[in-house]
């Protein structure tokens, strides 16, 4: 950017710093970043020569292990900038002291840099502080306001405990201009921060700074990574790509104010106590231009993985893509987000009462969780956790896998909080050491649509349970059950209601177009705990007036509330079952049923069907009416009575 004072020899324009000084390379522009284009770090060979080199006279930097270099640096970097050229930081015969103090707390940046090592493995800058006061800051690359600076091919370091005072790695001060910095192949250990922006500065701290990192390798030694404070209007934009964030030792790896930009990818999160991915707060200015993380690994080691800002108000909602979590507390959201493609594990927690993913606010904002797959190791109680008032969410194409008990869905408990379930599987491991629910739902409207259930429910509940944890149920409370199919369901029954002193889910509980496959005719399928009134379901194989019609399958599910029924397919049945059941012997779970052949289909002895004449087979020509009734102290179907 060129000079806001026109000074042209101090300062060069964006294109020249871009492109130019020296020819650093051929640029790579940044995804999601328009007009912000970066060019790779590098000298190409032969470019050494018209860059300023740290060891040459008259800066003399030794790199011997020994000597202070830290006013050899500071004269280099000044002599770059002034005359707009790279600054070359050649393999030193050991390493670079920086020893800082209090009269000489930075290495000032005050104009546009690119600062190039020989490469992270050889060039090492080892830097220190000299009698710190405490609570003063110190930093190795203080970049003022509104300039452009570059670092790669370097490895900074520094041994010293930081108790009582600050010393980070890079310090970009908010300015008035806008500023595209780049740190490209540097690895930092240590250090209170490595990358810190400032939320204040010159007139305010409003220009904007792009910090873009790629194929790094942070390990701070307290703090973060990465930290992005902001000024009330002012705006940060965050790239990393490519990179490993790790170590901090009580803090988190990235924290960023929320409205500030950030896209993520190809980068690993692992081991700190705190939060990998920090969303911090309320936004101060406006909304980001997005909030992204793509393909990010999140390892076991993270106390936490991510938390998103709070509020719903942050425009666009943030993305997290194609992420791998391998600890449980995997996200927590307190606004809008999308989750999409992440794979959520944990390796080494034996068990966990923290969420694999949960809402932590009452807000009304809206989570969509698609195309994911739940698969832990180790007990994590539960996988989703939405049991917070204001909450509305969908839930799509995802994956449920468990082998220990709790539930895998917790819903609800807030009375306006909805949540839709579409095309999921559920698979509970069948042996008995298995007890979890699919579906604990407390409050609010679920509706479960195309979705499949296998495995074993606890022997004292079902593979869902409704209960009413706060005594009051909302008045839109209510679970749909349309065209979902329970497999192989052992143990307990399939909906379990847990009834109490408030409302009753009585007349809540709806659906149809539902099947049941290997149903063992010992277990109800509707139990009601402590019911206050008579309680069936209204679970329908197609909403509307009788005759219905069903599919022919197997297993045909009926509900009671209904007497004749239409049949199409051309499959065979083996076995009819009631959708409700509350284990008491009430007659309207007995009686007839009549079924009509819109297409031949045929029933099959030997399930709870019961022939005339002992029959095998009964073929059911198009059209005619076969009527059964049921017997409900043998659980069977019996032809022409």
């Known amino acids: 950017m060129d000079d806001p004072q026109g000074n042209e020899q101090l300062s060069f324009s964006r294109r020249q710093f871009l492109h130019g000084a020296g020819a650093m390379t051929a640029g790579l522009v940044l995804r999601g970043a328009p007009g912000l284009g970066l060019g790779r770090v590098a000298l190409p060979r032969g470019q050494a020569q018209t860059a300023i080199d740290v060891t040459a006279a008259p800066y003399g930097a030794r790199g011997d292990g020994q000597t202070n ?7 280099a970097i000044n002599a770059a900038i002034q005359q707009r050229r790279p600054l070359w930081i050649p393999r030193p015969a ?18 546009d840099l690119a600062v190039v090592g020989a490469g992270r493995e050889t060039t090492l800058l080892r830097v220190s502080v000299a009698a710190p006061q405490a609570g003063q800051s110190y930093h190795t690359f203080y970049i003022h306001n509104g300039v452009h600076f570059q670092a790669a091919e370097l490895r900074l370091e520094e041994t010293v405990d930081l108790n ?10 908010a300015g008035p201009a806008d500023h595209p910095c780049l740190i490209e192949a540097v690895d930092v250990d240590g250090f209170t921060h490595v990358a810190v922006a400032a939320s204040t500065g010159p007139e305010g701290g409003r220009g904007e700074l792009f910090l873009a990192i790629r194929d790094c390798d942070f390990k701070p030694q307290t703090e973060c990574c990465v930290a992005f404070w902001s000024a009330e209007d002012g705006h940060k934009r965050l790239h990393v790509y490519d990179s490993y964030f790790h170590g901090s030792r009580d803090n988190h790896l990235v924290y960023c104010h929320p409205h500030n930009t950030v896209h993520i990818e190809n980068t690993r999160f692992d081991d700190t106590p705190n939060w990998a991915f920090h969303l911090q707060g309320t936004a101060v200015s406006g909304d980001p231009e997005y909030q992204r993380l793509i393909g990010c690994w999140f390892g076991p080691h993270n106390g936490r993985s991510i938390i998103t800002h709070s509020g719903p108000t942050t425009n666009p909602r943030p993305e997290i893509i194609n992420c791998l979590f391998e600890s449980s507390n995997a996200i927590q959201i307190r606004s809008h987000v999308l989750i999409d493609g992440c794979y959520f594990t944990n390796a080494r ?3 966990s009462n923290s969420a694999l993913v949960s809402t932590i606010e009452s807000e009304p904002f809206e989570v969509t969780l698609r195309n994911c797959i739940f698969a832990p190791k180790h007990d994590v109680l539960p996988y989703i956790d939405f049991r917070l008032d204001g909450v509305t969410a969908t839930i799509a ?8 008990s709790g539930a895998l869905l917790a819903l609800g408990r807030g009375l306006t909080n909805t949540t839709t379930i579409d095309n999921c599987l559920f698979y509970v491991r069948p042996d008995n050491a298995s007890q979890a629910i699919a579906l604990e739902i407390d409050n609010g409207r679920t509706t479960v649509t195309n979705c499949r259930f296998h495995g074993r429910a606890p022997g004292d509940r079902g593979v869902i349970l409704c209960k009413n944890t706060n005594g009051t149920l909302g008045n839109d409370a209510a679970l749909t059950l349309q065209g979902c199919t329970f497999q192989g369901i052992s143990g307990g029954s399939l909906l379990y209601v847990e009834e109490g002193a408030g409302n009753s889910w009585r007349g809540r509980i ?11 005719n010992v277990r109800p399928m509707l139990v009601v705990a402590n019911a206050q009134a008579p309680f069936f379901a209204r679970l329908s194989p197609v909403p509307g007036p009788a005759p219905l019609a069903l599919a022919a399958a197997p297993t045909l599910v009926i509900s009671s509330n209904y007497d004749a029924y239409q049949v199409s397919g051309g499959g065979d049945v083996t076995a009819l079952h009631w959708w409700s059941d509350d284990g008491a012997a009430d007659p309207l779970f007995s009686g007839a049923i009549s079924l009509t052949a819109a297409s031949p ?16 087979r009964r073929d059911v020509a198009a059209g005619a009416t076969v009527r ?14």
Request: a negative charge; aromatic letters at 14%; proline letters at 3%.
């Open 69 to 75: 270099d830290r006013a050899a640096f500071q004269a």
């Open 94 to 111: 050991s390493f670079y002291r920086i020893e800082l103090d209090n009269a000489n707390p930075q290495l000032d940046v005050a104009g």
């Open 164 to 173: 009582g005072y600050a010393l980070h790695g890079f310090y970009f001060e």
């Open 349 to 351: 927690d034996a068990t």
């Open 397 to 404: 194409n995802c994956q449920f896998y468990h082998q220990g």
């Open 510 to 520: 709806s659906g149809g177009n539902n099947r049941i496959v290997e149903w063992p």
């Open 601 to 616: 289909f045929a029933l099959v002895g030997g399930g709870n069907i019961q022939l005339a004449g002992s029959a095998p």
């Open 628 to 641: 059964l009734s049921y017997d409900s102290a043998v659980g069977l179907w019996s032809e022409g009575q």
